[in-house]
C-alpha cells in the first residue's frame, strides 16, 4: 500500500463519521501530511458547516505549508453554502493535493482540480476511487442519475411471507431488527409506501429511538388518493407528501391539504403514479435517499423500472405459509429465471433472532 492509499484511507474513515448527516452534500474527510506524518484532520459534519478540506487546514495551521492534501472528492472551487475551498488550499500553501476521485457535481466536474493546477499545486487523481464511490453511493446516484439512491426494507418470514392470509404483519421481526430499521429510517431523507400498506397497516412512518437532524419525508403513492384523513402518519412526526395522478378527486385532495399533506400530481403509467416522475421530483428537492419500505406492488413496479439500487431483507425463523399470504414483491411476475433480478449480497448479520441480508441491484 502507497502512502497516498494508506492517508487516503484515514480520510475515508473520517467521512464516515458524518454517515446519513451530509445530504444532500456527500460525506467527505480530508488530512493535511507533511514528512509522512498527519498534522490536520477534518470532516464535513453536515451541511451549511465548514467542509473537511478548511477543517483540516485550520488544524494543521502553519505546517500545512508545503503539505499534502489527501481529500476524499475533489475540493470545490464555487461559493455554495459555504466559501469555496481551493482558495483556502492554496492560501495555505499546500503544496500537492490527492483526490480519491472528482465531483459529478455540474458546478465541478474538474473545475476544483484544474483551478489548483492554474494556481501551482499539484494534483493526483483516483486514489482509492472505488472505496470513495462506495461510501458516497448516494450522492452520486443522486448527481449522476438525477434521483434519489433507493433502498428497500422488507421484513419476511423464512418462507418469504410479509404478512399472514389475513393480513397480520406486526411483528415478523423480532426488536433488535425493529430498532435497526428506525436507525435506518432516521439515516435517510424520505420513507415512502404504497396505498395498500397505508391502508392495511396504517403506519406512522416515525423515527423513534434516536434523534434526526431533520424528520424524513413520508411519501404515500396513491393514484386516487385513497388516504384516510385520519391516517396517521399525518398525526405530527415530519412533513407529508401524497403522490398521485390527475383522476384523484379534487375533495378528497382538498381533505387530506386541510390535514397538513401535500398532494403532488403526476404523470400516470398505466393508471398509476410515474415513478420516474416521482423520483425525479424528489431528486429537485433534495431528496437523496430515500426507503422504500412497501408494499408489494410499490416494489414490483420500482424492479420494473429498474429504480431499486439497494435490498434489505430483515428474515425471521418463523414460517407462515399460504397460497395468498403477501410476499415482498407482488406484480405479475416473471416467466423464466432468466428475467429474475440478480442481487449482489454485500453483508450478512445477525440481530437478535432474526437474519438480516443486505444487497446491491446493478444499474
Not at 436507525?183 to 424520505?190: H, N, Q
Not at 397497516?201 to 385513497?226: E, H, I, N, W, Y
Not at 434489505?312 to 429465471?337: C, D, K, N, S, Y
Request: hydrophobic share 45%; charged share 25%.
Amino acid at each position: 500500500m502507497s502512502a497516498d492509499e494508506r492517508f487516503m484511507r484515514v480520510a475515508l474513515g473520517l467521512a464516515a463519521r458524518a454517515r446519513g448527516q451530509t445530504r444532500p452534500n456527500p460525506m467527505v474527510g480530508a488530512v493535511v501530511v507533511r514528512g509522512g506524518r498527519i498534522v490536520g484532520t477534518g470532516y464535513h459534519r453536515r451541511a451549511g458547516q465548514p467542509h473537511a478540506e478548511v477543517l483540516a487546514l485550520q488544524a494543521a495551521g502553519q505546517r500545512a505549508h508545503g503539505a499534502t492534501l489527501c481529500v476524499t472528492l475533489e475540493p470545490c472551487r464555487h461559493i455554495g453554502r459555504t466559501p469555496p475551498c481551493v482558495p483556502a488550499i492554496t492560501a495555505a500553501g499546500v503544496r500537492r493535493v490527492v483526490a480519491a476521485m472528482e465531483d459529478p457535481n455540474p458546478r465541478m466536474r474538474g473545475r476544483g482540480l484544474r483551478a489548483l493546477r492554474a494556481a501551482g499545486v499539484a494534483t493526483h487523481v483516483g486514489v482509492l476511487r472505488a472505496e470513495a464511490e462506495r461510501l458516497n453511493d448516494v450522492y452520486l446516484t443522486w448527481r449522476r442519475r438525477r434521483r434519489p439512491f433507493v433502498t428497500v426494507k422488507v421484513a419476511q418470514s423464512l418462507d418469504g411471507k410479509i404478512a399472514t392470509v389475513t393480513g397480520q404483519s406486526r411483528w415478523i421481526s423480532g426488536p433488535a431488527a425493529r430498532r435497526y430499521v428506525h436507525a435506518l429510517r432516521g439515516s435517510v431523507d424520505a420513507i415512502a409506501v404504497g396505498i395498500r400498506t397505508v391502508l392495511a397497516d396504517d403506519p406512522r412512518l416515525t423515527v423513534r429511538g434516536r434523534a434526526v437532524v431533520r424528520p424524513p419525508l413520508k411519501v404515500v403513492v396513491d393514484s386516487m388518493l385513497r388516504t384516510p384523513p385520519t391516517a396517521r402518519l399525518l398525526a405530527g412526526g415530519g412533513p407529508v407528501l401524497i403522490a398521485t395522478t390527475a383522476r384523484a378527486s379534487s375533495a378528497r385532495r382538498r381533505a387530506l391539504e386541510a390535514r397538513g399533506a401535500e398532494v403532488l400530481v403526476l404523470p400516470s403509467r398505466a393508471g398509476h403514479v410515474d415513478l420516474r416522475a416521482l423520483l425525479r421530483s424528489l431528486a429537485h428537492r433534495e431528496i437523496a435517499h430515500l426507503l422504500l419500505e412497501g408494499g408489494g406492488e410499490l416494489i414490483a413496479a420500482a424492479l420494473r423500472d429498474r429504480l431499486v439500487d439497494r435490498w434489505i431483507a430483515i428474515i425471521a425463523p418463523t414460517l407462515v405459509g399460504g397460497r395468498a399470504a403477501p410476499t415482498p414483491v407482488g406484480g405479475a411476475g416473471i416467466r423464466t429465471l432468466r428475467q429474475a433480478v440478480p442481487v449482489q449480497v454485500t453483508a450478512w448479520s445477525r440481530l437478535g433472532d432474526d437474519l438480516v441480508v443486505e444487497g446491491r441491484i446493478p444499474a
